[in-house]
């Protein structure tokens, strides 16, 4: 009996080990990397282009200023006179002066316009003029006749057809570049003479007009207080030449500058 029981301890004994034994490591797990974070991509601040200021579709330009430079037009006649030839030469001198400007036109294409202006200028001044008037006593020896005029006209209407591009600087402001043909109606006095007897004359004026063909190119910059009203400058170039019955190569047109408003809508 007692050895049957120190059998039984021995055995339990031994079961007890083998199953230690058998028992696996305990696994302790890896640390854990946390997962890299990507940071989102940096927002861009956003940059609007700069818009016409403003953008809309016509536009009417009025502007007043001044065309340069002055000129004198040079005119001469002669007619049949007591069987010789009454001969006559004057000079009309057309100042510096103030122009009036009006101009509209609609948007077709992007920054492309298409439209048409009137321009008007007109001066008065003095003529002189110098007739040589044919000796009804001494044939061949003229007499020198040295007469003036006052109050003698010159005025110029012009019709320019323009294409316009148009420029963005800001929301505000903009850039306006032109060109087009002209057309401009000339009204010009000239003085002439008239022998009321013997070698005396007086003097007379009379109006010859004809329309020259020439062509235009501008620069304006517009500053807009509302989306449909502002003011501007403007520069430009408008001229021709045209020939008069007494006067050929009359220049017309010229240099101009001034300012005025803006309407857009």
């Not at 620069?219 to 003011?231: E, K, Q």
């Not at 170039?237 to 220049?251: E, F, N």
């Amino acid at each position: 009996m007692k050895n049957s029981a120190l059998l039984i301890a021995a055995l339990v004994l031994m079961s007890a080990t083998f199953a230690g034994a058998q028992t696996p490591p305990t696994q302790t797990p890896p640390p854990q990397t946390p997962p890299t974070q990507t940071p989102p991509p940096a927002t861009q601040p956003t940059t609007k282009a700069p818009r016409l200021a403003p953008l809309n579709s016509a536009f009417i330009d009025v502007n007043v200023g001044a065309q340069a430079p002055s000129r004198t037009v040079d005119a001469s006649f002669t007619a049949p006179l007591y069987g010789d030839t009454l001969v006559v030469a004057s000079a009309v001198n057309v100042g510096v002066g103030p122009v009036f400007d009006l101009r509209g036109g609609y948007r077709v294409w992007r920054m492309l316009a298409v439209g048409a202006g009137f321009s008007f200028f007109s001066r008065s001044g003095d003529a002189a003029a110098v007739a040589l008037i044919p000796n009804p006593l001494l044939f061949g020896h003229p007499v020198t006749r040295n007469l003036s005029a006052s109050g003698v006209k010159h005025t110029e209407i012009g019709t320019h057809l323009i294409a316009s591009w148009f420029i963005p600087v800001s929301d505000k402001v903009d850039v306006t570049i032109s060109a087009g043909p002209s057309f401009i109606r000339l009204q010009q006095d000239v003085p002439t003479v008239t022998v009321t007897s013997g070698t005396q004359a007086t003097v007379s004026v009379s109006r010859e007009s004809k329309t020259a063909i020439g062509g235009n190119v501008g620069i304006d910059g517009n500053y807009f207080f509302t989306d449909n009203y502002g003011v501007g400058i403007f520069m430009r170039y408008a001229g021709a030449s045209v020939d008069l019955p007494s006067a050929s190569g009359v220049k017309v047109g010229g240099f101009q500058i001034g300012a005025g408003g803006r309407l857009r809508f």
